[in-house]
């Protein structure tokens, strides 16, 4: 566990102002969507802050190559161990791309749950962990570290842990994940992070990054390329990423070596390596791209009951 004196220093970090704050649903994805924005900020001397939502513990093959186990034979221990590995993983990544475990802060909430947490009443009982409130097993969670206790798995918890974080940190530009993203914790999370925005009256800019796209077959094209862009191709008639506009809103340049710390920072992440090298490689090119959002409360009317 953390000494006291490191607890200081995390709780007076997390209420420094920000200039960046980026949400990452999951330990990677501020990494695979968002490297070359860190490492920016850091260049021009802002102050870049990253929120990662889920603790990333619902990770099933990853549970069973890491125990060694068959799928119907994990444990919930065998997913705290995933946990802990991606926890620790994303703090090297971190580390690459210039940044301390003080501009991390770790919510704790369920890995493929964040759309199926309730507002209120029972807190939702994750599958594969058997938890029903937040934790942290190398870094506290927030809440733990702010309260003294964990928050329970309640969707109004996790929008509390947001807006007070947008309050603390004020940023100027927010980072989240596509609203049509492929993946429910990543669509959950722009609408929390949205409601959030609504709620603190931020006036900054939003930007999204796509992760998974709904036809699965992003990013494109494949493998680590630093020296090219990403390209939207036509698959089965249908755009490659789906559901968003064509070229981005915005395509920031990555040069060589930004590119290529942002591999060595993929690298770091030990398990996704091992299962799924050649798509989070894919994210290695010469660019970062974006989409503005310009008017997150019509986005909120539009977010659908069931994600
Ligand atoms: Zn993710």
Redesign the pocket.
């Known amino acids: 566990m953390i000494t006291q004196e490191t607890k200081k220093e995390l709780l007076s970090a997390y209420c420094e102002k920000k200039d960046v704050l980026i949400f990452?649903?999951?330990p990677?994805?501020e990494t695979l969507g968002c490297a070359g924005v860190i490492m920016e900020a850091k260049r021009s001397g802002k102050k870049p802050g990253i929120v990662v939502c889920t603790n990333g513990d619902g990770f099933v093959t990853a549970a069973s190559v890491f125990s060694g186990k068959e799928i119907s034979a994990l444990s919930p221990e065998d997913f705290l161990e995933v946990a802990r590995a991606r926890q620790k993983d994303m703090l090297n990544a971190m580390q690459i791309l210039g940044l301390s475990q003080n501009d991390i802060v770790f919510l704790g909430y369920p890995d493929g749950g964040l759309a199926r947490m309730f507002s209120t009443g029972t807190p939702y009982m994750h599958q594969f962990t058997q938890k029903n409130c937040t934790y942290g097993l190398i870094m506290p969670d927030y809440h733990s570290l702010m309260f003294d206790v964990p928050a329970p798995y309640l969707r109004s918890a996790i929008r509390e842990d947001m807006i007070e974080l947008l309050q603390k940190t004020s940023p100027r530009e927010i980072y989240v994940?596509h609203f049509k993203d492929g993946?429910s914790?990543?669509r959950e999370c722009f609408y929390l992070v949205g409601e959030a925005v609504a709620k603190t009256g931020f006036k900054g800019e939003i930007f999204a990054y796509l992760?998974?796209s709904a036809d699965g077959n992003w990013p494109l094209p494949r493998g680590a390329n630093p020296q090219i862009p990403f390209e939207a191709q036509m698959i089965d008639g249908i755009q490659c990423p789906a559901g968003v506009s064509w070229p981005p809103d915005e395509r920031r340049p990555l040069r060589y070596d930004e590119a290529e710390a942002k591999l060595k920072a993929i690298h770091s992440y030990t398990l996704e390596m091992k299962l799924a090298s050649c798509y989070i490689e894919s994210f290695v090119k010469n660019e970062e791209v974006f989409w503005k959002i310009n008017d997150i409360e019509i986005l909120q009317k539009m977010r659908p009951s069931e994600m």
């Open positions: 990452a649903p999951h990677d994805d994940t993946h914790d990543h992760i998974h």
